[in-house]
């Protein structure tokens, strides 16, 4: 497996409280993605990272800030939870633009 | 940006090919055909990707039509291990544009 770890690994929160969710990796490459996956929906992103402090939104970036002071660490954060942002979140990286996404194994978070 | 189509759920015997079917009948000239699977909660898996010709690795092959239009997942011997959603997705690489759908939900049976 591409060295990829999310933590936590399980949150519960409740609505209104910040929350920020870590992916770290080992493999050095240059492009970071955040994404959600919800019932009845495909992956969707929404943030990614091409380099160091430099982000860019995606389809569902409402709510949603993130940050890379680091190449090996790309965080997200829920700057007030809402229940609609119960859902897994997936960290993916890559090496170039031609290459495949490696996923990490996700974060299931709950906000009550 | 183009999407793919793909069967929402096949069986397979155990041992026996299991042949994933995806259409793509807008994919651009520069978009490359891409194999993710996606066991129980865990993060989606990188399977095989191609461009025009078909790719064989350890995992699977991959055979692409000569008009780009369609392609097939071959899992030459399924085992149990197998079962999973598999995901079929064109992409240039361009980072806003990665459409993921439903995938098909394989199970093989014993």
């Known amino acids: 497996d591409a060295g990829i770890t999310q933590s936590p690994r399980h949150k519960v929160t409740e609505t209104g409280t910040p929350v920020t969710l870590r992916c770290h990796q080992t493999?050095?490459?240059?492009?970071m993605y955040w994404y959600r996956q919800d019932p009845g929906h495909g992956l969707r992103l929404i943030h990614y990272?091409?380099?160091?402090?430099?982000?860019d939104k995606g389809e569902v970036s409402d709510g949603y800030s993130v940050s890379r002071s680091k190449t090996e660490d790309f965080l997200l954060t829920l700057e007030s939870a809402t229940s609609s942002q119960t859902s897994v979140y997936f960290c993916?990286?890559?090496?170039?633009?031609?290459?495949?996404?490696?996923f990490g194994n996700g974060t299931r978070l709950t906000v009550t | 940006d183009a999407k793919t189509t793909q069967p929402p759920s096949m069986d397979c015997a155990e041992g026996r090919a299991a042949n994933l079917p995806c259409n793509h009948s807008t994919i651009s000239g520069n978009e490359y055909v891409y194999w993710y699977r996606q066991i129980h909660s865990q993060g989606p898996q990188y399977i095989i990707h191609?461009?025009?010709?078909?790719e064989t690795n350890e995992m699977a092959s991959l055979i692409i039509t000569e008009d780009r239009k369609s392609s097939t997942l071959i899992l030459p011997h399924a085992t149990l291990r197998d079962t999973a959603v598999y995901y079929c997705i064109v992409w240039a690489g361009n980072n806003r544009k990665l459409i993921w759908g439903l995938g098909t939900s394989l199970a093989v049976n014993p």
């Open positions: 191609g461009l025009k010709n078909n």
């Open positions: 993916a990286i890559r090496d170039r633009v031609e290459s495949p996404l490696h």
């Open positions: 990272s091409y380099g160091v402090k430099d982000t």
């Open positions: 493999e050095n490459h240059r492009y």
